[in-house]
């Protein structure tokens, strides 16, 4: 008789062992498709408000500096804005943008408003009367 040859692939495989339990992956939360569209719907909303009020505190800053500089600057876009524009609120703040843009002129003159001032005249003026070109000519004859 013949004895059996012990052939490896011939043995019945063990099944093998589960992984212990840390070592699995936990299943990732998952929500509903609608729950997740109205998410982000809704943050879209809130970045679209964001970005108006964004726009608008850039439009006040801009409106701010360009009163307050009036005067001051030959053009309101020579000054950088910076945070130390505003006030304590948040806003600008007119005193301290005319303070920075006069700081500005100081350093760079040439940055300044050159629209004449005061009287544009030839000279002074004294008080008017009535001009005699005749007389004018017979005191030069």
Same mark, same amino acid.
């Given at each position: 008789?013949?004895?059996?040859?012990?052939?490896?692939?011939?043995?019945?495989?063990?099944?093998?062992?589960?992984?212990?339990?840390?070592?699995?992956?936990?299943?990732?939360?998952?929500?509903?498709?609608?729950?997740?569209?109205?998410?982000?719907?809704?943050?879209?909303?809130?970045?679209?408000?964001?970005?108006?009020?964004?726009?608008?505190?850039?439009?006040?800053?801009?409106?701010?500096?360009?009163?307050?500089?009036?005067?001051?600057?030959?053009?309101?876009?020579?000054? #950088?804005?910076?945070?130390?524009?505003?006030?304590?609120?948040?806003?600008?703040?007119?005193?301290?943008?005319?303070?920075?843009?006069?700081?500005?002129?100081?350093?760079?003159?040439?940055?300044?408003?050159?629209?004449?001032?005061?009287?544009?005249?030839?000279? #002074?003026?004294?008080?008017?009367?009535?001009?005699?070109?005749?007389?004018?000519?017979?005191?030069?004859?």
């Amino acid at each position: 008789m013949t004895e059996p040859v012990n052939d490896p692939t011939t043995e019945p495989l063990e099944p093998e062992a589960d992984p212990p339990e840390d070592t699995l992956e936990p299943e990732p939360e998952t929500f509903p498709r609608h729950v997740v569209e109205e998410l982000r719907r809704e943050s879209a909303r809130y970045r679209d408000r964001a970005k108006h009020a964004d726009d608008l505190a850039d439009r006040l800053m801009h409106a701010t500096v360009r009163e307050a500089t009036a005067g001051i600057l030959a053009d309101s876009t020579d000054l #950088p804005t910076t945070m130390d524009m505003l006030d304590e609120d948040g806003f600008p703040d007119p005193e301290l943008i005319a303070n920075a843009a006069r700081e500005l002129v100081t350093r760079k003159p040439h940055l300044g408003d050159r629209r004449p001032r005061g009287d544009a005249d030839q000279g #002074p003026r004294t008080t008017s009367t009535d001009v005699d070109l005749a007389g004018m000519l017979r005191a030069r004859t």
